[in-house]
């Protein structure tokens, strides 16, 4: 295009925040903490001096989009007044809820059964997810710890983390991967470990 990106702002709202006026949005957004700026620029395919590509700016809504943590993203140029080589570049966020909670209860089988998991997808604003769960049913039971950070070390690496210990068996899972985040990325790669055991009943 021509046009030299002179800089770029970030916009990042909270869930409620258009509806601050309302006391449970405000003790909503309070609990949930707007994601930072940092982990937003750290999904930006482009820098402040760089020449202005659109196919870029496609790409980088793509990826934030992909993290789960957003309900709307979009990015925009804002012409330079008395500049007409250079163009500012507004990346616009919109956080989504991000905590889940879920519950069961029940009996079958002449036995009580049980499940509780909760999930956080944006851990203090950090972009980071970890979820517990548990649960005991009349044929097993179940403990489960998730940890998942698409910016391992404020890098573009991607760190999961999983161990599931269950009655019949448990799993220990670890991946790093280093992912194709544009179509001319030269390079990925994943390191991975996973290990499972598992006892399986057989009935005559």
């Known amino acids: ?59 980088t809504e793509r990826n934030l989009r992909l993290l789960g943590l957003f309900r709307t993203v979009a990015i925009s140029g804002e012409p330079v007044a008395g500049s007409p080589d250079e163009i500012d570049i507004v990346v616009h966020t919109r956080d989504a809820w991000t905590t889940e909670l879920s519950g069961n209860l029940g009996r079958a089988g002449g036995r009580a059964h049980y499940g509780v998991s909760i999930e956080e997808k944006n851990l203090f604003g950090q972009g980071k997810k970890i979820s517990l769960a548990v649960a005991q049913r009349p044929d097993r039971s179940t403990r489960e ?39 001319d990325s030269p390079r990925g790669g994943t390191l991975l470990f996973d290990q499972g055991r598992s006892k399986t009943r057989l009935y005559a």
Request: net charge negative; proline share 2%.
């Open 1 to 59: 295009t021509g046009l030299r990106i002179r800089r770029i702002r970030i916009e990042s709202e909270n869930v409620f925040q258009d509806a601050e006026t309302l006391f449970l949005g405000r003790i909503a957004d309070a609990i949930h903490g707007t994601t930072r700026a940092d982990v937003i620029r750290r999904e930006l395919l482009f820098s402040e001096g760089d020449l202005l590509d659109p196919a870029k700016l496609v790409e």
């Open 145 to 183: 710890i998730l940890y998942s950070d698409p910016q391992f070390l404020g890098q573009r690496l991607g760190l999961d983390l999983l161990y599931d210990s269950n009655s019949d068996g448990d799993r220990r899972h670890f991946s790093l991967t280093s992912g194709f985040r544009s179509l």
